[in-house]
């Protein structure tokens, strides 16, 4: 058995959260991305830095998920086995036959790393106090027989523990503990321990943009949001005005922070949406699932404008029939205004419909009735066709899953900031419900009202209005 590497490491990912908190964020914790990549991955990387060429993982329910995170490990100059877990157990026959002649073995969960820069000693296993209480560190090295031996009857990590507890041929190294996720509270102590100190490459890839700030490629920050180190923020996330991020933040790839949105102390999912004043502190945000490690709560947030999840422009849906019906209705009923309205208005066939919104957007009168006349109107028999939705991503943006509406809309001179652009095309890209639609519909349809009346008021401007319709909501 050499001191320094090991042969083989094995690698358990085959039982569910024990967390009742983690339980429901729709994955394994293993597998969040946290400032860059998932634990899962880290201890892999860890496992080949001590010298492991051959690594076993053991997989459960989520097989696909952790097949599809590691691969076959070609890319670290090692190679994955996968070997699939029944209920009830921990290793399976096939894979203990072959620890069986294993002299040297590295034992680890999938969502525990090592402290940064240790190596396990032959022999022994890790052991920490959390409140008075004995758990596993969620390593071990050992020889493939005792691992077998260990492994064969336990069903969870604390029977695990307990089995390594009781081979008198093995050492408990106390408090050697790495990140891990084992619980919402760990999960959260692991991002913040990785910002503080990253240990460059395994536990964040790259240095950082600044002193304690790394920025992803693609990212977005407003001129007016304030960042306190230390922050992560992915690949193309946007952070709009006001907002307040740090110390001690890690918000995954993609994901949209709006105006005036205060994250500290938190971790957020990537793919998520942090809605427009909503404050974040000690929580963990997956798309809508919320959870405050303080008060262990989850729960499920119905609010799609408070938090959700954010879906690629590009993956924008074609309209439902339900919808296609909904805007022949709405063709029908409105084509008398919108000849009326059109010849009042002066609306040619000419104007474009990029031209049209950047009107709206700037408050210029008129400009509803215009956009109604020629954009909105015409654009119902194309939801009817099935080439655009009601709600959607605005053109030329999403194709043929572009919409007639979204929020960019509602922002007045704002809207032309491409930042709160992407926000609102890429909230509205996501599947939307009937009763979603019809608000749009009616919301849309106060504003076009008084920019009706206000052409008759001359000394009334539209912006008011559109300010007026924004804060209603």
């Given at each position: 058995?050499?001191?320094?590497?090991v042969?083989?490491?094995?690698?358990?990912?085959?039982?569910?959260a024990?967390d009742r908190l983690?339980a429901?964020?729709g994955?394994d914790?293993a597998?969040?991305?946290?400032?860059?990549?998932p634990?899962?991955q880290?201890?892999?990387?860890?496992?080949v830095?001590?010298g492991a060429?051959?690594i076993?993982?053991?997989?459960?329910?989520?097989?696909?998920?952790?097949?599809?995170?590691?691969?076959?490990?070609?890319?670290?100059?090692?190679?994955i086995?996968?070997?699939?877990a029944?209920a009830g157990a921990?290793?399976p026959?096939?894979?203990?036959?072959r620890?069986?002649?294993?002299d040297?073995?590295?034992l680890?969960?999938?969502d525990?790393?090592l402290?940064?820069g240790?190596?396990?000693?032959?022999?022994?296993?890790?052991?920490?106090t959390?409140?008075g209480?004995l758990?596993?560190?969620?390593?071990a090295?050992?020889?493939?027989?005792a691992?077998?031996?260990?492994?064969?009857?336990?069903?969870?990590p604390?029977t695990?523990?307990l089995?390594?507890?009781?081979?008198?041929?093995?050492?408990?190294?106390?408090?050697?503990?790495?990140?891990?996720?084992?619980?919402a509270?760990?999960?959260?102590?692991?991002?913040?321990?990785?910002?503080?100190?990253p240990d460059y490459p395994?536990?964040?890839a790259?240095?950082p943009?600044?002193?304690?700030?790394w920025?992803?490629?693609?990212?977005?920050?407003?001129?007016?949001?304030?960042?306190?180190a230390?922050?992560?923020?992915?690949?193309?996330?946007?952070?709009a005005?006001?907002?307040?991020?740090?110390?001690?933040?890690v918000?995954?790839?993609r994901?949209?922070?709006d105006?005036?949105?205060?994250?500290?102390?938190?971790l957020?999912?990537?793919?998520?949406y942090?809605g427009?004043?909503v404050?974040?502190?000690?929580?963990?945000?997956s798309?809508r699932?919320l959870?405050n490690?303080?008060?262990?709560a989850?729960?499920?947030?119905?609010?799609?404008?408070?938090?959700?999840?954010v879906?690629?422009?590009?993956d924008a849906?074609?309209?439902a029939?339900?919808e296609r019906?909904?805007?022949?209705?709405?063709w029908?009923?409105?084509?008398?205004?919108?000849?009326?309205?059109g010849?009042?208005?002066g609306?040619?066939r000419q104007?474009?419909?990029?031209?049209?919104?950047?009107?709206?957007?700037?408050g210029?009168?008129?400009?509803?009735?215009r956009?109604?006349?020629?954009?909105?109107?015409?654009g119902l028999?194309?939801?009817?066709?099935?080439?655009?939705?009601?709600?959607?991503?605005?053109?030329?943006?999403a194709?043929m899953?572009?919409?007639?509406?979204?929020?960019s809309l509602?922002?007045?001179?704002?809207?032309?900031?491409?930042?709160?652009?992407?926000?609102a095309d890429?909230?509205?890209?996501?599947?939307?419900?009937?009763?979603?639609?019809?608000?749009?519909?009616?919301r849309?349809?106060?504003?076009v009202?008084?920019?009706?009346?206000s052409?008759?008021?001359p000394?009334t401007?539209?912006?008011?209005?559109?300010?007026?319709?924004?804060s209603?909501r």
């Open positions: 058995m050499d001191a320094l590497n042969q083989r490491a094995v690698l358990l990912a085959c039982w569910p024990t983690l429901g964020i994955t914790a597998l969040i991305d946290v400032a860059g990549k634990l899962v880290r201890v892999v990387e860890q496992a830095a001590l060429r051959q076993d993982v053991v997989l459960g329910d989520n097989a696909t998920a952790y097949q599809t995170c590691l691969g076959d490990g070609e890319r670290w100059g090692c190679h086995d996968y070997h699939y029944p921990c290793l026959r096939p894979l203990a036959r620890l069986a002649d294993v040297d073995c590295l680890l969960l999938a525990a790393m402290p940064a240790y190596r396990p000693p032959p022999a022994s296993f890790g052991g920490s959390v409140e209480d758990t596993w560190a969620g390593w090295r050992l020889p493939g027989a691992l077998v031996a260990a492994a064969a009857p336990v069903t969870s604390r695990l523990f089995a390594l507890c009781r081979d008198r041929q093995l050492r408990r190294c106390r408090d050697v503990a790495g990140p891990s996720a084992g619980s509270a760990a999960l959260l102590d692991a991002a913040t321990a990785l910002l503080r100190a395994i536990g964040i790259r240095r943009a600044a002193d304690g700030l920025i992803g490629n693609g990212a977005r920050v407003h001129p007016s949001a304030r960042l306190t230390p922050v992560w923020l992915g690949a193309h996330v946007l952070v005005a006001d907002a307040v991020i740090g110390p001690d933040a918000i995954g790839a994901s949209i922070v105006r005036r949105a205060t994250i500290a102390g938190s957020v999912a990537p793919d998520s942090v427009a004043g404050e974040l502190r000690g929580a963990i945000l798309g699932s959870v490690v303080a008060l262990e989850r729960l499920d947030i119905a609010d799609r404008e408070l938090a959700g999840p879906v690629a422009v590009d849906t074609r309209p029939p339900a019906l909904l805007a022949g209705l709405l029908a009923a409105s084509w008398p205004l919108a000849k009326s309205a010849a009042g208005a609306a040619t104007d474009g419909s990029a031209e049209t919104v950047a009107a709206v957007q700037c210029v009168p008129g400009a509803w009735v956009h109604f006349c020629l954009v909105l109107h015409p028999l194309d939801v009817v066709r099935g080439r655009r939705r009601i709600v959607g991503p605005l053109p030329p943006l194709g899953g572009s919409g007639l509406l979204n929020d509602y922002l007045g001179p704002d809207g032309a900031d491409p930042a709160l652009r992407l926000a890429t909230l509205a890209a996501g599947r939307q419900t009937i009763v979603r639609n019809l608000g749009a519909i009616l849309y349809a106060r504003a009202a008084v920019d009706w009346r052409q008759n008021a000394g401007q539209a912006a008011p209005a559109l300010v007026r319709n924004s209603d």
